[in-house]
């Protein structure tokens, strides 16, 4: 199933929880911007719901337990900064779309919970 967003007609899928959109690319730049100017300033948590949400998608079933905790992100990579990188690809049957990339891994939101207690 592929989720409109009433942004635009570019294929998108978003590979954690395998979901295709159509939206435009200045969205999508302007979600990822939204999103992690949330999470550097503390006014949202990192957690795939508010991934979704920027995005202007129904989070799905579970999104609220996958993302990258403050605590994963000041211990494994000591920084809030999360890359989200997009990456063109093409469907089986030769139907481009833009594959949303997180080279810092997605973990379950009580990752190393208290690290720093």
């Known amino acids: 199933m592929i989720q409109y967003t009433k942004n635009g007609n570019t294929l998108y899928y978003e590979p954690q929880f395998k979901t295709f ?25 990192p957690s795939f719901k508010y991934w979704y949400e920027s995005l202007d998608l129904e989070p799905p079933e579970g999104s609220e337990e996958l993302g990258w905790n403050y605590d994963y992100l000041c211990h494994e990579w000591a920084s809030l900064w999360i890359d989200i990188l997009q990456i063109p690809r093409l469907t089986d049957e030769g139907v481009p ?16 919970e208290g690290w720093y207690d």
């Open 21 to 45: 959109f159509k939206s435009s690319p200045f969205a999508v730049s302007n979600a990822i911007i939204r999103f992690l100017r949330g999470v550097v300033t503390g006014t949202m948590l």
């Open 97 to 112: 779309y833009q594959e949303l990339n997180y080279p810092m891994e997605p973990k379950p939101m009580d990752y190393l």
